[in-house]
């Protein structure tokens, strides 16, 4: 049987201990679909910020800025660079890094800075640095709130229709390459509209449940599928499709600030499976 080398994906993203989301879902769900998962934590929490109180914190910026120097001296070579949430506007500085140290890894950024038409709590001073990464980035997954603020526009106050989202997506790709909404609401339905190589659209019906940490979910399947060599549509429906049956094999009845029961899905991301 002949092996293929795993992709290695250097992760810039917070750890939350507890709660199922960033580092502690992406590193399974890329390991489960075969690439090696490198942990670059902007932060450490013991648990998220949505709804299990005020978590203990320890920013750690500088020991990114040294790990990436270590992986430099080392040789190590990244085929992706897949960051996330910044507990600080410094930690702009470790992504750049990270794109001029692997200039040919595929960028990928999740411009994790609201949800709901508003800003998360303590992101006010994020916005310029989220621009600057996406920039350079070379897909960008913002969910609405993100797009709208990325583009400076007003959240809008009505669903959105089709033709409101592809303007959004088209004017993300005019600025930022290839582009995906994610997790947007159309009556029964939740979208994630992507402009790749052609625009699309994908479809899943949206379950009456919320839960913190399936974007982290969403993008790590997306990232893992693109590195397998998938188009961004066929990736973004891998995804989309993982998070719902996660989704499905949670207790409704459990507390859903926990985050999803991701851990019985994962053979589904193995070989043979997405």
């Known amino acids: 049987m002949k092996y293929q080398a795993p992709k290695t994906v250097l992760c810039i993203h917070d750890l939350s201990a507890m ?5 502690a879902v992406i590193a399974p769900v890329l390991s489960a679909m075969g690439h090696q998962a490198v942990a670059l934590p902007t932060a450490l929490l013991s648990t ?15 020991f990114g800025l040294e790990a990436i120097r270590h992986y430099q001296q080392l040789g190590v070579s990244f085929d992706c660079i897949y960051s996330g949430y910044l507990a600080l506007p410094e930690n702009q500085q ?7 140290a692997w200039p040919d890894a595929l960028k990928i950024a999740d411009p994790v800075l609201g949800d709901g038409g508003r800003l998360y709590s303590g992101m006010e001073d994020m916005l310029p ?15 609405l709130t993100e797009a709208c603020l990325l583009l400076e526009k007003p959240f809008p106050k009505e669903e959105v229709s089709q033709e409101t989202l592809k303007e959004l997506t088209q004017a993300l790709s005019g600025m930022y390459r290839e582009t995906l909404i994610t997790g947007v609401r159309q009556g029964r339905d939740l979208v994630s509209f992507g402009c790749g190589e052609q625009e699309f659209a994908v479809r899943r019906l949206a379950l009456d449940r919320s839960y913190p940490g ?3 979910l969403f993008g790590a399947v997306l ?49 043979g499976g997405i």
Request: net charge negative.
């Open 19 to 23: 709660g199922r989301c960033s580092i």
């Open 214 to 216: 399936t974007g982290d």
């Open 94 to 100: 470790l992504v750049m890094e990270a794109y001029d």
């Open 129 to 143: 640095a989220m621009r600057q990464i996406c920039l350079r980035a070379d897909l960008v997954t913002p969910n």
């Open 223 to 271: 990232t893992g599928a693109l590195l397998r060599g998938n188009a961004l549509s066929a990736a973004a429906d891998a995804a989309a499709g993982f998070v719902s049956d996660a989704i499905k094999h949670t207790d409704p009845a459990a507390d859903p600030a926990y985050g999803v029961w991701f851990e019985p899905v994962l053979g589904h991301l193995c070989n």
């Open 48 to 62: 998220h910020t949505g709804g299990l109180g005020k978590p203990a914190r320890l920013n750690s910026n500088s």
